[in-house]
């Protein structure tokens, strides 16, 4: 049966690319322009280069699918009447200097009302001062800095919704040191991360706190970007028997790294994974392996919000794609924060819609969510597979929270 | 001095002033656009400046670029801005001529891959430094420079590049460089020191490289090295720089301008596929342009009976 | 110590496996492909392609996608590459419109993949099982790769070494001139060798899908890779393509397991470098020129 469905859509895909190319060749593929009184809503992502890969799974299925949802319904509600979004989108190959052009373009050519973020921590730094110039909403869903706090008072239209990477290492070390507490697991830590900006943020926030926890980091390393073998490292850290692997990667590594540490036969009593361990990806290529992983992000799986989210989500896109378990639903969270500020402002005034999502209180998938200085006190850090599906298990105090699996059952023959 | 040549200087500094003053005409979105056109007419000719006459294909573009960047990165907020681009202008300098006197003995070809190599290597060693030793990646870059600013630096950037690359075409040194670029053997024969020669003109080069990525870095907030060592930038510089036709000062500027365009225009009006169409229009122009922008006009020019009036480009 | 020198030469094999076909193109056709490494991606597509939807085997999908490889590759040489050959008075005149055209390919088929199959990464499982070989835990999958770099090396190096055929085609690579003189038909040699090429990266990208994470933006990555082993290995060596790769691999996992695996890309760079500037032409190159 499954089967089937995968040959369907094998077929389909290959008629997608013929039709690509029938279609260039003809140069037909222009957008129709809808009429007017519409609400234009730009947006510019890296649909080419190094970001087209997180981009495609977290944030553009998302913006598409918001917009098919509004506009099934009639439009944003305005007033007493609905209006359709019109879509202008651009690609900004994943550079800095094509963002801050493009964004430039939304503003004051397309003249857009409102424009949704690009993907990514570097791409929303660079378009940041853009937007709080021509004074729009900048909801940032995919970019986890320490500077929120700062850079929200700098750009007072700035959300940060993802949150500070010190957030994330110290709810990972606050659930070790419960684990320890509980005689779970004990104190040695194996550390490596990606030398980039998302891996050197976490594990410089890691490294304190698990000083001064009292944990023992008996091997820190970092690997450059699009390292290839990362086995080095997995026999390394498995050598020295650690209680626990933390990895802060990105997805290719994250991929990498759990199949090398299944080969070697690498079992800490928890396996920790960053970018990418969210991603359905990791599950159809592990499997029942993923079970007892544990990695950054996850939602509370429990919540019908978020099982109406998912198969929403799966509906939606082409070929039946689920979410990443992480910034997927804060992405969409925000644009539903988005469309409600809207709404109850009720026209296109953006200085008020800015106003409203400072101190508002919005009905999300991720739950209520209610900020303070542009920043949601609430975060879902720790996320662990269990039974197939993403939960997450920190912080312990969030609403949903599981409790996790300690130890991580050893790895399978697949 | 001819009537022609006055004419020419006139409409040149009557062109430069309409240039000057129009950050204050255009709205931000043209401004940006002037801004990549002006960073890709400077970067483009600086290469063509070493790589033109010598005949070295350099994509060391992008480490000279990141190090320029990665100078305002570091030391933006704590100097003032002029000190800021001295001491870029200095690293530039530096290792250009590290480079240049190990590596300008290799032959064309390899000096290629040489060139690519040492990117590479710039961007590895910086991510190491970071990472080990400031243990931050990604830089903050909050100085106060507005979007006109940077235009006004590229434009005087544009100026001094064509003004550097027509005197040295008129020095010995120029002289000394087309020499070798037709054959290495005879220039060593004619008494030129080879290596000197190609030395200064590369650090002339990758010194205005250095300066744009310095003058640029303010205009994206944060700077990591993925962002300020983009390999595509290299590439970008070496292909307008050939379809223009890097034999004339002129050449890579009546390149980087149709093709930033054009690729602007592309990635506008078909978001979507835009890397499928501008792979197809890229493979006709070449096609249809075999010996570059600088090969049609000089065709052109041959057919018609007077010779050709100094070209007017400007950035 | 045997680990890190197993992994070494495991990784060192993937590289030369990566790098052998664009030895072909760029050393025997001229042709500086920098559309190489979205053709090996494109493999890596097709092989994820028949393997997910399909459940064909990727080592059986080396029967289908090595031959359309080869094909696709021919028809490429004769269709576009053919009249820049033609029209180029010199070799430098080739290699500048050699990168132009191909620079242009590349978005052409990096496009083809984003349409097909969206921007986001892809991966699958296939025989990613532990085995052990002297004492050493390795992946079965990665294993079967560089046994098939080996098996695929000594053939191509047998058959350019041992027939005639092939000693045409390393006459065209040392000298396309004097290689008419002795009535050697360069283009059919050229376009072979293209192909050839194309016939390899095929290969390349099934295997190295079996164990790495790809995505449609992925190809420049190997296209770097591919240029540096080429170039430090001789242009158009095979044997230096090996040794250079081989070279590659084990510093890089030398270095991470005993400096620091921070620095793998930047000794990886300083001995290409190295070599460049200790033996411009390559390992194994010849100095021309």
């Given amino acids: ?414 | 001095m001819s009537p022609t040549q006055i004419a020419a200087l006139a409409a040149g500094g009557a062109g430069l002033v309409v240039l000057a003053l129009l950050p204050f005409y255009i709205d931000a979105y043209y401004l940006s656009l002037s801004i990549s056109l002006l960073q890709f007419t400077v970067l483009a000719t600086a290469w063509g400046l070493f790589s033109g006459p010598t005949r070295y294909v350099s994509l060391a573009t992008t480490a000279f670029f990141g190090v320029g960047a990665y100078t305002v990165a570091v030391l933006g907020e704590l100097l003032a801005w002029p000190l800021v681009l001295l001491i870029a202008t200095a690293i530039g300098a530096l290792m250009a001529l590290i480079v240049g006197i190990s590596t300008l003995r290799l032959s064309g070809l390899h000096f290629v891959i040489f060139t690519f190599g040492l990117a590479e290597l710039v961007r590895q060693l910086v991510i190491w430094y970071e990472v080990n030793k400031t243990r931050v990646l990604g830089r903050y870059v909050f100085v106060d420079i507005t979007q006109s600013d940077i235009y006004w630096q590229l434009l005087a950037l544009a100026v001094a590049v064509f003004v550097i690359g027509w005197l040295i075409a008129r020095s010995r040194l120029g002289f000394a460089l087309r020499i070798i670029g037709e054959d290495e053997t005879v220039a060593k024969h004619c008494g030129i020191n080879v290596t000197l020669a190609k030395v200064t003109l590369f650090t002339i080069s990758a010194v205005f490289i250095t300066l744009v990525g310095a003058i640029m870095a303010p205009r994206w907030t944060y700077i990591e090295p993925s962002i300020a060592f983009n390999p595509t930038i290299s590439f970008q510089v070496v292909i307008m720089a050939l379809l223009g036709g890097a034999h004339r000062l002129w050449g890579p500027a009546v390149g980087s301008i149709p093709l930033t365009l054009l690729f602007e225009f592309l990635s506008t009006r078909f978001p979507a596929t835009s890397t499928l169409i501008i792979g197809i229009v890229f493979l006709l122009i070449v096609y249809a342009l075999p010996s570059g922008v600088v090969g049609l006009w000089e065709r052109v020019s041959r057919r018609k009976p007077e010779p050709p009036v100094a070209p007017q480009v400007q950035a | 110590m045997t680990n890190a020198i197993f992994t070494g030469l495991m990784l060192g094999g993937m590289y030369a496996l990566i790098a052998m076909g664009l030895t072909l193109q760029y050393g025997v056709a001229r042709i500086m492909n920098l559309s190489y490494g979205e053709f090996l991606v494109a493999a890596s597509f097709a092989s994820y392609w028949l393997f997910t939807g399909w459940a064909l085997n990727p080592l059986l999908g080396l029967a289908i996608v090595v031959p359309i490889g080869f094909g696709v590759s021919i028809i490429l040489y004769r269709v576009l590459l053919t009249p820049l050959v033609r029209r180029a008075p010199t070799r430098d005149a080739l290699e500048v419109d050699s990168l132009l055209a191909t620079f242009g390919m590349m978005f052409i088929v990096q496009g083809i993949m984003l349409t097909m199959f969206g921007g986001a990464y892809f991966s699958y499982s296939f025989l990613s099982i532990p085995v052990t070989v002297f004492g050493e835990t390795l992946a079965l999958n990665r294993l079967i790769a560089f046994g098939l770099a080996v098996v695929f090396g000594l053939a191509l190096y047998l058959a350019l070494t041992r027939t005639r055929f092939g000693t045409a085609i390393r006459a065209v690579a040392v000298d396309p001139t004097a290689a008419r003189l002795v009535a050697i038909d360069v283009t059919s040699v050229s376009a072979f060798a293209f192909a050839l090429g194309g016939a390899m990266v095929a290969a390349a990208g099934v295997l190295v899908s079996m164990f790495l994470t790809f995505s449609a933006s992925s190809g420049v990555i190997f296209t770097m890779k591919a240029l540096m082993v080429v170039v430090m290995g001789g242009v158009g060596n095979l044997l230096g393509c090996l040794v250079a790769g081989l070279a590659l691999g084990l510093s890089e996992s030398l270095v991470a397991t005993f400096v620091d695996p921070g620095l793998t890309l930047a000794v990886n760079f300083a001995l290409f470098l190295g070599v460049l500037l200790v033996k411009p032409a390559g390992l194994f190159g010849r100095a021309q020129r």
Avoid at chain 1, 24 to 50: D, N
Avoid at chain 1, 143 to 172: C, H, I, M, Q, Y
Avoid at chain 1, 238 to 249: E, H, M, Q
Avoid at chain 1, 319 to 335: F, H, I, K, M, Q
């Fill in chain 1, 1 to 414: 049966m499954l089967w089937e469905e995968n040959m369907v859509s094998s077929v389909t895909r290959l008629a997608a690319g013929l039709a690509a190319i029938a279609g260039v060749a003809s140069l037909s593929a222009v957008e129709p322009v809808l009429a007017q009184s519409s609400v234009k809503i730009g947006y510019a992502l890296s649909r080419t280069g190094p970001n087209a890969g997180g981009a495609a799974v977290t944030t553009l299925p998302n913006y598409e699918m918001w917009v098919k949802e509004v506009n099934a319904a009639g439009g944003l509600k305005l007033g007493d009447k609905r209006v359709p979004i019109e879509v202008v989108q651009y690609d900004d190959r994943s550079s800095a200097e094509e963002a801050a052009k493009a964004l430039d373009r939304l503003i004051t050519q397309d003249k857009v009302d409102f424009i949704l973020p690009p993907w990514g921590t570097g791409l929303n730094l660079a378009v940041g001062p853009i937007l709080n110039k021509a004074g729009y909403p900048h909801l940032a869903s995919t970019a986890v800095t320490d500077r929120a706090p700062e850079l929200a008072k700098r750009w007072p239209n700035s959300f940060w919704l993802l949150g500070t990477s010190a957030g994330a290492s110290n709810t990972l070390v606050e659930l070790l040191v419960k684990l320890r507490g509980e005689g779970k697991i004990g104190d040695t830590v194996a550390m490596v991360s990606v030398a980039d900006g998302f891996g050197i943020d976490l594990s410089a926030a890691a490294r304190p706190a698990l000083a001064k926890a009292n944990f023992k980091l008996a091997y820190d390393k970092t690997y450059p970007v699009g390292t290839q073998d990362l086995s080095p490292m997995v026999n390394e850290a498995k050598a020295l028997n650690p209680d626990v692997f933390i990895a802060f990667s990105y997805p290719p590594d994250t991929l990498g790294l759990t199949e090398q540490a299944r080969i070697a036969g690498f079992n800490p009593k928890i396996f920790y994974t960053g970018v990418g361990t969210a991603f359905p990806l990791y599950k159809s290529k592990f499997g029942a392996n993923t079970e007892g992983v544990m990695g950054i992000g996850g939602w509370s799986g429990d919540s019908a919000a978020i099982k109406d989210y998912l198969a929403r989500h799966k509906a939606a896109s082409a070929n039946g794609a689920e979410p990443d378990r992480w910034a997927s639903a804060v992405t969409y969270a925000s644009l539903q924060m988005l469309q409600q500020a809207i709404e109850r402002v009720g026209k296109i005034d953006r200085e008020a819609v800015i106003k409203d999502l400072q101190t508002g209180t919005f009905d999300t998938v991720i739950g209520k969510v209610k900020l303070e200085n542009n920043l949601p006190t609430k975060h879902w850090w720790v996320g662990q597979w269990q039974g197939g599906e993403f939960y997450g298990v920190g912080p312990a105090s969030n609403e949903g929270a599981r409790a996790p699996v300690v130890p991580k059952p050893a790895w399978k023959a697949p």
